[in-house]
């Protein structure tokens, strides 16, 4: 998925662009994007509209230009002029809302998960190795992500296992602040400091820890009776640490905590052509007994990336 950089620069723009309380969505015109402050102005011919979902559009409104576009961004909806190429459509689609996240001050940061996996649903194997199942093509849209979200998040054991330096490499853009949510590992000083890049640890306030490394720049602590309880007190600490939106990269038992507690908004699996029968799954969630118990997907839609496919929805 190849992105103008141009068109990129922009998106980053509109990521760190103030922007007024009283707005009602964004326009591109094929160049640059901007501001909707009236209805009135959909009447033009944009090349997209990105829309809160609580504008009120008028009758008068003129959409018939226009086709909606699913996108799993719980508060958007999005509208591409008819003649719109497939390739341009498909970097509005997976970056631009991702741009604006941070401009709809919710209650609690937004919580979007990426992550490779083989075609059977895991993303290690049972040594725990996991280099690389996804492609150089997702590399770069991995990357991407971390740029336009405030925070990037993994679980202590991936920093123990693959030793990531979560930061901005292979695109322009900011790093995002790192986070690490471990309760019992203490040697987590495979994390690579790194200048003008911000680590906090997350921990269950039951297990103490003491940085006498001074390896973090922050230790937020949460608390709850239950385990939604916990991470609904983390992640209102995380808001008032300004953290808007937070990208969760791994591993299985954190992106299946953030599922099952239903935090996490919009899952986007990179699904390589490769089986590998048994390892580490992805996604292990609490049995049900009948499918409608089970968690149910939305507005999914699917991007090829290289040799291989992405799978976007957003959580029900």
Known sequence: MKVDDTLWQKLLELKNKTITKNILGWAFNGKSFSEIYSIVNLNTNYTAILL??????????????????????EGLLFFVYTNISSELLAVLQNYWPLSVLCHLNTNLPYIFIHSATSLDGYLATTSGSSQWIGNDE?????????????????????????KPSLNVRHVKGDNPKRLILSNKCKNLSSLKKIANCKTYLLRDLEYSYDDYTNHFDKIISFKGKSKKDKILDLL???????ITSILIEGGGTTLSTFIETKFAKTIQFHISPMLFGSGIKAVKL????????????????VTQIGNSFMITAGLV
């Open 52 to 73: 809160k979902s609580n504008s009120e559009l008028s009758e008068n409104t003129n959409l018939s230009s226009y086709r909606r576009i699913k996108i799993p961004f």
């Open 236 to 242: 209102q600490k995380c808001k008032d640490e300004n």
């Open 286 to 301: 609490p049995a049900v007994n009948l499918v409608n118990e089970t968690h149910k997907l939305k507005n999914m839609y």
């Open 138 to 162: 997702n590399l770069i849209h991995a990357h991407r992500l971390r740029a336009l979200f405030d925070s990037v998040l993994v679980g202590g054991k991936t920093v123990l296992n693959d």
